[in-house]
Nanobody
Framework: QVQLVESGGGLVQPGGSLRLSCTAS????????MAWYRQAPGKERELVAT???????NYADSAKGRFTISKDNAKKTMFLQMDSLNAEDTAVYYC?????????WGQGTQVTVSS
């Protein structure tokens, strides 16, 4: 069973930065699509950013210019660098992976942006 484990969440002040990590139990090279989703209290889970084979990336409008998704296949890890954070970014952030028809989710990591 392939597992995804997030880390790096926490409390940060508005305007600050955080880097989230998602470590897989297999090489991330084998995971065709990886992504970060988030879910704020009372809201639906939403896509933040994706990275596909060949390091092709895509971002939600809310993340463009502030967030950077990347992955290091040798470290089996995907990252989300988040800059210029604001209160609207407060949410549980989930790691997502797809291998063929199989979908993988991490357990989530809390990000709270507050002064």
């Amino acid at each position: 069973q392939v597992q995804l484990v997030e880390s790096g969440g926490g409390l940060v002040q508005p305007g600050g930065s955080l880097r989230l990590s998602c470590t897989a139990s297999i090489s991330t090279f084998l995971i065709q699509t990886m992504a970060w989703y988030r879910q704020a209290p009372g809201k639906e889970r939403e896509l933040v950013a994706t990275i596909k084979t060949g390091h092709i990336t895509n971002y939600a409008d809310s993340a463009k210019g502030r967030f950077t998704i990347s992955k290091d296949n040798a470290k089996k890890t995907m990252f989300l660098q988040m800059d210029s954070l604001n209160a609207e970014d407060t949410a549980v952030y989930y790691c997502y992976g797809r291998i063929g028809a199989d979908v993988l989710w991490g357990q989530g990591t809390q990000v709270t942006v507050s002064s």
